[in-house]
């Protein structure tokens, strides 16, 4: 008998947290290179909003095309290929010698770096009990914002130190580092040698829709039919560019708007993903005492946290509107609050609305629809921006995360999945 770990889950989690914190470093690291890349290649704004479009073509389509694809072979070496796609795809950067190189690079980069949420949910879901999914979202969630936060000061430092170039190759190369550690310590709960016996049923305990281990497929059409999936992803169409806008422009508009340099990007630029973090994890928290304290619903619960975070959100259309740049910083902080807050406890409904071998699937296109989004948005603000500034482009991005709220409480009906778990458990008894 080997050695068993205590909260083993927890590891786990944290294994995969540190991959997201890899994805989002190498995900960052253009929009704080920017203004040096842009000067260096002769790049406009508005081919700097191609080279971010680029990605947000891509990470659509990543999203169901990563999430199907670990569902099929399992998360293990699913999600091991996509990171050592992305590492070696951020290094490239570092190559590129014109806003057309970027932008091939950016939409290669988003097509792998879309696999990190459907992974995320499909851990939770196999590791976690019901009651626990919204609280390891939001511990997997953190990862992009310590990526965030780690971007500035590492690429800043590369900058100024060696140059640009070196810059990506950095910040690439040490994915490769979490990827040998993913591979030596991952496994499947049913696979793992250090899992306890009653941790593997604590982790059982409370899973109404876990009717399906890794032989099962995605039924791709009845996600489609099911009104709890637009239900997750028409509210991530609206509330996601506001993440969009925070990791691909934030920078840019700092210098842009508010004539901060490389070093003011790198002491300020991380600040609203540390407020990022704390919403990581307050989604999740509250939802479960919500549950806890007064028996509300899991789903019920995680509509509440929604519906108070987009109103919180609505304080950042005053972003481009207040004269100080320390109001503007902590105004982008509520929002990154806020929007994490939001956007961690919508993810994690996919785990409480369908069978544990369609999370990944469900989550892939739900990013789907998140990045549609995100890319219209994207394009629009590197069109007009130019043009009519930053303002109401925050405005919008305020008002987004309410139109999210009042779908998820018109959408989502937790009846409709119980009802469709209980069909595919007769289908399996007859066949």
């Known amino acids: 008998m080997g050695i068993k770990v205590r909260g083993l889950r927890w590891w786990m989690i ?134 965030a936060i780690a971007a500035p000061p590492l690429i800043a430092w590369s900058i100024l130190r060696y140059n640009w170039q070196t810059a990506f190759v950095i910040a690439g190369g040490i994915g490769f580092v979490w990827a040998v550690l993913w591979i030596a310590f991952y496994r499947h709960p049913s696979a793992h040698p250090a899992l306890s016996e009653r941790e593997a049923a604590h982790i059982v305990d409370g899973k109404a829709l876990g009717l399906a281990e890794d032989g099962s497929k995605p039924n791709l059409r009845e996600i489609f039919g099911s009104r709890n999936f637009w239900g997750i992803a028409l509210p991530r169409f609206f509330a996601d560019p506001v993440w969009g806008t925070l990791v691909f422009w934030m920078p840019l508009y700092l210098h842009q708007a508010r004539g901060f340099d490389l070093k003011a990007i790198a002491m300020t630029a991380w600040l609203p993903f540390v407020a990022a973090d704390i919403g990581c994890l307050m989604g999740g928290s509250v939802s479960f005492l919500l549950n ?34 320390g109001m503007a910083i902590f105004l982008l902080c509520l929002g990154g609050f806020a929007h994490q807050t939001l956007s961690v406890t919508v993810i994690s ?47 919008a991005l305020g008002l987004g995360d309410l139109i999210g709220a009042a779908l998820i409480w018109s959408l989502v009906r937790p009846a409709l999945a119980e009802r469709r778990a209980n069909a595919q458990l007769v289908r399996a008894a007859r066949a």
Request: with cysteine.
């Open 14 to 147: 944290a294994l995969l947290s540190l991959g997201t914190v890899m994805n989002y470093l190498a995900r960052s690291s253009l929009s704080v290179a920017a203004p040096t890349v842009m000067q260096s290649l002769h790049i406009s704004t508005a081919q700097y909003g191609w080279i971010t479009g680029a990605f947000l073509v891509m990470y659509p389509l990543g999203g169901p095309l990563t999430g199907y694809l670990m569902d099929r072979i399992g998360l293990r070496f699913g999600f091991l290929l996509c990171g050592l796609a992305w590492s070696a795809i951020c290094m490239a950067h570092g190559f590129a010698t014109g806003w057309v190189g970027l932008f091939v690079l950016r939409g290669m980069l988003g097509l792998v770096e879309a696999s990190f949420i459907p992974a995320g949910m499909r851990l939770a879901a196999f590791w976690f009990p019901l009651r626990e999914r919204a609280i390891a979202a939001g511990v997997f969630n953190i990862g992009t914002s310590v990526g």
């Open 349 to 395: 409904m996919s785990a409480d609305l369908f069978p544990r071998h369609e999370v990944a699937t469900v989550t892939g296109f739900a990013a789907l629809s998140a990045g549609i989004g995100n890319l219209g948005f994207t394009l629009v603000m590197g069109a007009l921006v130019a043009t009519i500034g930053y303002a109401p482009f925050f405005v």
């Open 292 to 325: 806890r304290r007064f028996n509300l619903s899991i789903v019920n619960g995680k509509r509440v946290v929604v519906t108070g975070a987009a109103l919180l959100m609505t304080a950042m259309a005053g972003v481009g509107y207040v004269k100080s740049p």
